[in-house]
């Protein structure tokens, strides 16, 4: 019996292992430009939003998928389209009842970024510390923001837009 138990555990241990890794990187069979269509039938359990919040370049969050527990707190996913491509996928969680205010969740976060894509270009603020990360065609950053309206953590995936000079 004791080798069923062992086997137990560590599948046990693979699987969690895989379930924290996997809660801060894109949902299986999700990937930046695919259409609403695609996200769909990645994530049959996504819902649409009443009201998308728009961002510049014309990014409209139109998609919201279940949430996704990271250091304690409880990230709300939203896909962002622009030009019928999913352009942006954005986790944020209000951080406002931890008694770090968050910390420990961006530091998990800084943690998978270090160990998924190396060293992180970073910086600290007043209020707030930031760290990111360029994969390929994708940048993807942590943030940490504690200000007026109270604290929230934030990990983004977005579709990397290189500027010609005739751009900057």
Do not use: C, H
């Not at 270009?121 to 707030?128: C, E, K, V, W």
């Amino acid at each position: 019996m004791f080798p069923f138990r062992r086997s137990f555990a560590l599948g046990a241990a693979a699987l969690f292992v895989a379930g924290a890794v996997s809660a801060q990187s894109l949902p299986p069979g999700v990937q930046l430009g695919m259409s609403p269509a695609e996200l769909q039938a990645a994530l049959p359990d996504a819902q649409r939003v009443a009201r998308p919040q728009r961002l510049a370049g014309g990014l409209a969050g139109t998609w919201r998928g279940a949430p996704t527990a990271i250091a304690g707190l409880g990230f709300e996913p939203t896909f962002y389209f622009a030009g019928a491509q999913l352009r942006r996928v954005e986790w944020v969680a209000a951080a406002d009842a931890q008694p770090d205010r968050g910390a420990a969740a961006f530091d998990e976060l800084l943690a998978w970024g270090r160990g998924r894509f190396g060293n992180e270009l970073a910086s600290r603020d007043p209020g707030s510390r930031y760290a990111a990360w360029v994969a390929g065609d994708t940048d993807v950053y942590a943030q940490l923001v504690e200000g007026e309206r109270g604290a929230l953590v934030r990990l983004v995936y977005k579709a990397r837009q290189l500027k010609d000079a005739s751009e900057l």
